[in-house]
């Protein structure tokens, strides 16, 4: 397992900006997939996107083209830049690490989009 711990959340105006990083505590050159969930209030958990060890990136439909992740496996790091904020977008925001062994959670951090 891997632990996992988020940065970059907080409140910003429709149609700012946010770059999420989600800092590993071990390399994540062999993690098969990282990723971003998020989870708004009274709403059930969904996938944003996620990005395998190859490169390869899968969006959900209500951000595609204005998110981008990547990751730096230098780093340790996967990023989440969020465009074009919208209320709709309000949520915590999980950052998630899929090997053979499990999946690893972290403990998520705020994103609030209001004007």
């Known amino acids: 397992q891997v632990q996992l711990v988020e940065s970059g959340g907080g409140l910003v105006q429709p149609g700012g900006s946010l770059r999420l990083s989600c800092a590993a505590s071990?390399?994540?050159?062999?993690?098969?997939?990282m990723g971003w969930y998020r989870q708004a209030p009274g709403k059930q958990r969904e996938l944003v996107a996620t990005?395998?060890?190859?490169?390869?990136?899968n969006y959900a439909v209500s951000v595609k083209g204005r998110f981008t992740i990547s990751r730096d496996n230098a780093k340790n790091t996967v990023y989440l830049q969020m465009n074009s904020l919208k209320p709709d977008d309000t949520a915590v925001y999980y950052c998630?690490?899929?090997?053979?062994?499990?999946?690893?959670w972290g403990q998520g951090t705020q994103v609030t989009v209001s004007s």
């Open positions: 998630i690490g899929g090997t053979s062994a499990g999946t690893s």
């Open positions: 071990r390399s994540i050159f062999s993690i098969n997939v």
């Open positions: 990005i395998t060890s190859g490169g390869s990136t």
